[in-house]
């Protein structure tokens, strides 16, 4: 069916739902709302300049197994897609597959991004699809715990190839139609293991911000937040960094001092946090407002790196020169409520368990039931603050974290390591046997780490790595505006380059 152009759908272009708060996950629901208003402000100035690709964007819905590994097992579900034929040069121009994560697509996936601008470039058809499980790719009792063991990578690996078949067949492609696969954060992970599993599918993939080394305690995640707040280059300092722990530490000390009601009072919390997994809960609210800032920042956050370390490094104005640190925090807290229209701070254990548990497909809609059982079952990535360089509370613990898989989904905590020892073993971890898969990330974005970056790589290799300096997460799968950094523009150009030289060599092949 053809879409409207003035439809408005959620957009998920490019950020991922790795569970660490409710506060966290906001900030990203923030990032997508900037995102979207600018993209569909763009596609509809295009079509307004009489440039109207929107009409030839459809979307449909094919039904997939849902079990691919299981042939006794003959039950499907329904897995929504996208295509864009405007810039298509028929019959063999080449197709670019662009990965759903772990959250609803949207037409707009092919309709704008540095992938879109690539296919204008060469003529290739655009296609999107959906991952299982997530946005109206599920059954309606999709959701329930007995239901989510079809739920993995593997399988939706297995989708893609698939679909790949499925278009290959609407649009009789043959092997003079070269893929290009694109994905970013968890989809960018995908986007390299397709390359790696399926190599005969797509002769290249690009991994924005790909995270393909599962690991249980990522307390590296805090340690790069730590580092990127020092960086001056992005308007850090040691001394935010210091102000920040100092902030922290006298949090917990009024908490372990029993002043809960006041600590409620002062940083606006919804309840007071008397439990001590109320408590924990208060913590991961604060840290997730330095730690969305981090890996959103420049990119349309609630706020960015120099704007938090102006108020905790007291350097707005707005307090005296003795003001203490903990006071920089709650108007910190203030800001961020204010700007994110948030009428309090969320701190409920209860409240946690009870929206992870959420079955209803309406609730469940931005995939956080989904993506923390994956968490649980393929990948870990638990952002704790054990590690002496987190700038945080040390109450973010990996126990209280890994805590909720038993209590959510009945998986026994003790499995977890080797859940991921097996994702690792599957897939290689950062040292993927993998070729012609483009690794792009920015050095400020705490994933980095669990990407392949040029350490990783045989000599022959290196340029199939690049990290961006200044920059964060998923930032260059955005389209291009003046504001962005020198080098993001410098990276694009690369991806651009890479992908044009792919191409070439596929088409090289088939004449020799």
């Known amino acids: 069916m053809l879409l409207s152009p003035i439809r408005c759908i959620i957009l998920l272009l490019l950020v991922n739902f790795v569970y660490s708060g409710r506060v966290l996950r906001k900030i990203k629901e923030h990032v997508r709302k900037i995102q979207y208003e600018k993209v569909k402000k763009n596609v509809l100035m295009s079509a307004v300049n009489g440039n109207k690709p929107m009409g030839e964007v459809r979307d449909g819905k094919i039904h997939q ?20 034929e405007a810039y298509w040069e028929r019959p063999h121009g080449p197709v670019f597959l662009f990965i759903g994560g772990e959250g609803p697509i949207s037409e707009f996936n092919v309709l704008a991004g540095h992938h879109v601008d690539m296919a204008e470039e060469h003529g290739a058809l655009l296609v999107a699809l959906e991952h299982r499980f997530y946005g109206e790719s599920i059954n309606e009792d999709g959701l329930e715990t007995e239901n989510l063991g079809d739920l993995s990578s593997q399988q939706a690996l297995a989708d893609i190839a698939e679909f790949h078949q499925y278009i290959s067949d609407r649009f009789d492609l043959s092997v003079k139609n070269t893929w290009i696969s694109f994905g970013g954060s968890y989809a960018g992970a995908l986007s390299a293991w397709l390359r790696g599993k399926f190599p005969h599918l797509v002769y290249g993939a690009v991994a924005s911000s790909a995270p393909v080394k599962a690991k249980l305690d990522f307390s590296t995640f805090n340690k790069v937040v730590g580092l990127s707040l020092a960086d001056e280059d992005v308007g850090g300092s040691d001394k935010c960094v210091g102000d920040i722990w100092e902030a922290f530490a006298a949090v917990e000390a009024a908490l372990f001092a029993g002043n809960t009601t006041e600590v409620g009072k002062d940083f606006g919390c919804c309840e007071i946090p008397e439990d001590l997994e109320d408590q924990i809960e208060l913590m991961q609210s604060l840290a997730d407002i330095v730690m969305g800032t981090v ?13 938090i370390c102006k108020i905790m490094t007291n350097e707005t104005e707005t307090f005296d020169s003795e003001t203490e640190a903990y006071d920089r925090l709650i108007k910190l807290v203030q800001i961020y409520r204010a700007t994110g229209e948030e009428p309090c701070l969320v701190a409920s254990h209860k409240q946690t368990i009870e929206d992870l548990s959420d079955t209803n497909l309406d609730s469940a809609y931005n995939g956080e039931r989904q993506w923390y059982y994956q968490t649980c079952t393929e990948f870990g990535f638990f952002q704790t603050c054990e590690d002496a360089s987190c700038p945080f509370s040390r109450m973010l613990t990996l126990q209280a974290q890994t805590d909720l898989c038993p209590e959510v989904f009945n998986i026994p905590q003790h499995s977890l390591p080797g859940h991921i020892a097996f994702t690792n073993k599957y897939y290689g971890g950062d040292h993927p046997n993998t070729d012609r898969v483009l690794y792009v990330n920015g050095d400020i974005d705490p994933w980095h780490e669990l990407s ?3 350490e990783d790589l045989d000599k022959e290799d290196k340029d199939m790595a690049i990290l961006i300096k200044g920059t964060s997460h998923c930032a260059d799968m955005n389209p291009g505006g003046a504001a962005d950094r020198p080098a993001l ?24």
Not at 65 to 73: A, C, G, K, V
Request: hydrophobic share 40%.
């Open 452 to 454: 392949v970056l040029e």
């Open 489 to 512: 523009k410098q990276a694009r150009k690369a991806i651009e380059r890479k992908v044009a030289k792919w191409l070439k060599e596929a088409a090289w092949k088939l004449i020799g």
């Open 295 to 307: 890996e959103y920042n420049e990119e349309g956050g609630i706020l960015t790196i120099e704007e």
């Open 65 to 84: 197994p849902l079990n691919h590994f299981d042939s006794q097992n003959d039950e499907t579900f329904p897995q929504r897609f996208f295509m864009n």
